[in-house]
């Protein structure tokens, strides 16, 4: 393919961004330059630039394959992609399934040691201010992202993760922990951007524990060139495991769904649109006979509360883990809710709009969770 790159529109540590003639695609093209601890240690790294290209390029497209949104269009040349152009959002989002790293230095703890549940730490893009992290309500409170963007980060980042640990197991590589970075693209959806590579990801040999990427850089290990090709050959080799993985992923994804679907959504989702309001979804009990009824009365209100699809389920995982463990493996997307039931007086149109806002605001965290709320008039 052939697209012709025009300016120069940002160069970063390890990549160069260029336009093209068309404004909804940009260039990107990868560096050999390494930098480390926030620039203060730099250096280059032979053949990274092509390495880098090639890792992201396949893993991309096998995140593709598997549903997730991305960038990338096409790989154009060894060390250039074209992607979709988007508004990088200004937060890196790290994913921890073992502690390493800063994670391993700040929380004095030793490398190595499994993270149950993953960590998913959020940092602001602010090289000036060292990438500091921040926590959920930070973000939303700075205005960098909103509670329904956060949601559909994590959830996308929780996908990314649960594919790319298996990938990398076929090929004898365990994933330690990995930055991910997401951009709104053109028609304002959120996808995921930037790179997937050595230079963003931990990599353990899971034989030896050898480490496969920019810690070598970092530490001064030596066979640094090496270890990024190593990467590379087992990145590309393709492995039985890969279409499995694929399918498995959007399977457990469409049982989820249709969990969601059954369950409803209610408010705060990034499709809120698509969906009714919980004033909306109590009709099924209250619209036709109750409806007729005026005048105050007591009414049984149901308040049914789920976490969002999301790595922050670990009950749900649990419970699901040994369900199958026990026998029954045709049971898959396993999520443990809670239930509010109560009583409340009053006229029906009132009760109706009291009960959605006390769901919303009270019983259940807008960003984290659905709820669906059923009312019935009590009986005698
Ligand atoms: N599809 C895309 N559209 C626009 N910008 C992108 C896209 N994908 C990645 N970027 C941005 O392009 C830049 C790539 O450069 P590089 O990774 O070298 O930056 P960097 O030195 O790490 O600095 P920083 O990421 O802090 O800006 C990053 O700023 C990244 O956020
Ligand atoms: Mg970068």
């Not at 990338?72 to 790293?101: C, D, M």
């Not at 090496?226 to 393709?238: D, F, I, K, P």
């Not at 026990?326 to 009291?354: C, M, P, S, W, Y």
Request: aromatic share 6%; with cysteine.
């Amino acid at each position: 393919m052939s697209v012709q790159r025009t300016e120069l529109l940002y160069e970063g540590k390890a990549k160069k961004v260029y336009a093209t003639a068309d404004p909804e695609l940009h260039v990107i093209e990868y560096k050999d330059d390494a930098t480390a601890f926030n620039a203060q240690k730099r250096g280059s790294i032979a053949g990274k630039g092509e390495v880098n290209a090639a890792v992201a390029t396949r893993i991309f497209e096998f995140l593709a394959e598997a549903g997730v949104p991305t960038h990338l269009e096409a790989l154009l040349s060894p060390r250039e992609q074209l992607v979709k152009a988007v508004r990088i959002v200004p937060l890196e989002v790290v994913v921890r399934n073992r502690a390493a790293g800063s994670f391993a230095k700040r929380y004095g703890v030793p490398e190595g040691g499994e993270l149950d549940p993953v960590v998913v730490e959020w940092c602001l893009k602010d090289d000036a201010l060292g990438d500091p992290m921040l926590n959920d309500a930070a973000a939303v409170a700075l205005g960098i992202v909103t509670p329904e963007e956060l949601e559909t980060l994590f959830e996308l980042t929780a996908e990314v993760n649960d594919l790319l640990k298996p990938f990398f197991a076929a090929r004898g590589l365990d994933l330690i922990d990995f930055k991910l970075e997401f951009g709104v693209d053109p028609d304002g959806a959120i996808v995921l951007a930037d790179e997937i590579s050595p230079d963003t990801c931990r990599l353990w040999d899971s034989a030896t524990g050898d480490k496969l990427d920019k810690d070598r850089f970092r530490r001064d290990l030596g066979g640094v060139e090496e270890a990024y090709q190593e990467v590379r050959a087992r990145v590309l080799t393709r492995t039985e495991q890969d279409a499995e993985i694929v399918r498995e992923h959007v399977a457990e994804r469409e049982a989820w769904e249709l969990g969601e679907a059954h369950v409803g959504h209610s408010h705060g989702g990034a499709n809120d649109q698509d969906h009714q309001h919980p004033h909306a979804g109590a009709g099924r009990h209250t619209s036709a006979g109750a409806r007729g009824d005026a005048g105050a009365r007591t009414f049984n209100a149901v308040v049914d509360v789920m976490l969002r699809r999301s790595i922050l389920d670990p009950q749900g995982r649990a419970v699901e883990a040994t369900v199958r463990r026990l026998g029954h493996g045709n049971v898959r997307g396993v999520r443990v809710g809670k239930r509010i039931t109560f009583a409340i007086d009053g006229e029906l149109a009132e009760v109706e709009a009291q009960v959605a806002a006390l769901a919303t605001d009270l019983l259940s965290n807008p960003v984290m969770e659905d709820v669906q709320v059923e009312l019935e008039p009590a009986a005698g």
